[in-house]
């Protein structure tokens, strides 16, 4: 075209047009492309998701969960009916002596019968009663534990605790702490001693509360063990996890040849004492312990597997009398008995343990129940700790 006009003037026109409409047309391009690259700028990245475990969910949980003691739980619980409350809830008593009396659980065991566990407190006692109401009413009201401040003086304490083993049944077991009238002057403790410098004889016995359902409570005493089979114990609770510790003392019972025995003197007790230790090569696979007192006798079997220990069966007799009872004070006491009778007190106690954690403990006069965990705790601690003086006594 610009061959027939005059280039000096058409064709720069149509030059710059043509270059006009391709610049507009690549400019488009280029706002679409930075309007999607500001758009894109501006919106915020996703988070990673990262897998989590049910159990580190649930421990996470757990962590954030505000705890609360069962003290806190009574004191903030108001599911205890108006009524109950108004029939327990009571300060009775004058200025200078209070007796509060407070209900702690409430349970309602169908629709017209409940029970109740009240605490009545004085400042030097402290009593727990299980209660029982139908229709509104209160059916029956007994006594289920006692706990109460000690005079040091007195050669005699006696306490009781209860534990709840389901809604209808509490059990409770009852303590005595004494000291034989072979130890004291004329039935009293001395003026400058107290009770806790004397070896005391202690005691327990077991009791069961059954709500029947016209909602009287019925009162049974426990039939305590004289023994526990350690062939049978592992039965009733943790059973695949006690078997190797119940067949590992069958193997040890069972050896007829020991490569070694050894004896060593103990003066861990007032009377003195004796360990002995069994070896089959240079491992040592049992010690039994002998501990003498003054009114009683400790045995002890430790056994081992795996060079740790696995099992402690313990043994105890309580003479009722001081072992340095002389024929005189016999005949002067018209007294005939040996220390250790039919009528002698015998605790015995079997201590299971996997990889150096007790997991589980038998006492001839337990109340049917595992342990507690706080309680076997400190069992754990003890005969451990027993265990390594043992060895390290013969290492010596």
């Known amino acids: 075209m610009c061959r027939y006009e005059n280039p000096r003037i058409f064709c720069h026109v149509l030059f710059i047009a043509k270059r006009y409409a391709q610049a507009e047309k690549k400019l488009k391009y280029i706002l679409i492309i930075l309007t999607t690259f500001l758009f894109a700028c501006n919106r915020k990245p996703k988070e990673k998701t990262q897998s989590v ?51 702690i659980q409430f349970n309602k065991l169908n629709d017209s019968l409940s029970s109740s566990i009240i605490i009545s407190n004085d400042g030097i006692c402290a009593k727990y009663f299980l209660a029982t109401q139908l229709s509104k009413k209160e ?18 304490y006696t306490w009781s605790e209860y534990k709840i083993i389901n809604s209808r049944k ?16 004329n039935g009293e403790i001395a003026i400058d001693k107290s009770i806790e410098d004397y070896e005391s004889i202690k005691t327990r016995r077991c009791f069961e509360y059954k709500i029947l359902k016209n909602g009287e409570i019925e009162k049974q005493e ?10 049978t114990t592992y039965q009733e609770y943790l059973g695949d996890r006690l078997k190797p510790i119940v067949e590992n003392n069958k193997r040890i019972k069972n050896v007829k040849e020991w490569t070694a025995i050894d004896k060593r ?33 400790v045995v002890q079997e430790f056994y081992t597997m795996n060079e740790q220990l696995s099992f402690v069966f313990e043994k105890t007799y309580y003479y009722g009398k001081l072992i340095t009872w002389n ?44 342990s507690a965990q706080d309680y076997l705790k400190e069992e754990e601690i003890r005969l451990i700790n027993e265990f390594e003086k043992l060895i390290n006594r013969v290492k010596k």
């Open 139 to 156: 059916i029956d009201f007994i006594e289920i534990a006692e706990e109460c401040d000690h005079e040091q003086s007195i050669p005699e």
């Open 170 to 185: 509490v059990n409770t077991t009852e303590y005595n702490e004494f000291i034989p009238d072979s130890l004291l002057i």
């Open 327 to 370: 024929p005189t004070n016999m005949k002067e006491n018209k007294d005939n008995l040996t220390y250790i009778n039919e009528n002698s007190e015998i605790i015995e106690e079997r201590s299971y343990f996997e990889n150096q954690i007790l997991i589980r403990q038998i006492n001839n006069q337990d109340c049917g129940s595992p």
């Open 53 to 103: 475990s049910i159990e580190e969910k649930v421990k996470k949980e757990v962590s954030t969960t505000p705890i609360i003691t069962p003290f806190e739980i009574k004191k903030t619980n108001s599911t205890f009916p108006k009524w109950v409350s108004n029939l327990y809830n009571k300060t009775e008593g004058t200025e200078y002596y209070k007796n509060t009396h407070e209900i």
């Open 265 to 297: 003197a103990l003066s861990d007790s007032t009377e003195g004492g004796v360990a002995t230790y069994y070896f089959l090569k240079k491992n040592v696979e049992k010690i039994v312990a002998m501990h003498f007192g003054k009114t009683n006798k």
């Open 222 to 231: 426990l039939k305590q063990n004289k023994t526990v089979s350690i062939d």
